[in-house]
């Protein structure tokens, strides 16, 4: 029994982690936007291509670890059938 509640304890932990890493991904993305943004609108237009590029990569990125959230979800039987499945 206490195999299995320390193996439910480290799924939860690495749940907890990868939500912080989506937390600061997210708060990252939108920075980049606000900088794209105004360089953008200061006549800067080379920059935005760039930053699409960027923003793509942190949109998969985030993706991601949602997609590797939710099996964690599944493997400790927390999300009582409610969770998005994007499979």
């Keep these: 029994m206490e195999n299995t509640s320390q193996g439910r ?6 749940m907890n982690g990868a939500m912080a890493l989506i937390v600061v991904l997210l708060v990252v993305q939108i920075w980049l936007l606000s900088a794209t943004l105004d360089a953008f609108l200061a006549g800067h237009h080379e920059a935005a291509v760039p930053a699409a590029i960027v923003s793509g990569l942190l949109f998969l990125g985030c993706a991601g670890l949602y997609r590797f959230t939710t099996r964690l979800e599944e493997a400790t039987g927390t999300n009582n059938g409610k969770a998005l499945h994007l499979s």
């Design 9 to 14: 304890e480290r799924r939860l932990t690495a």
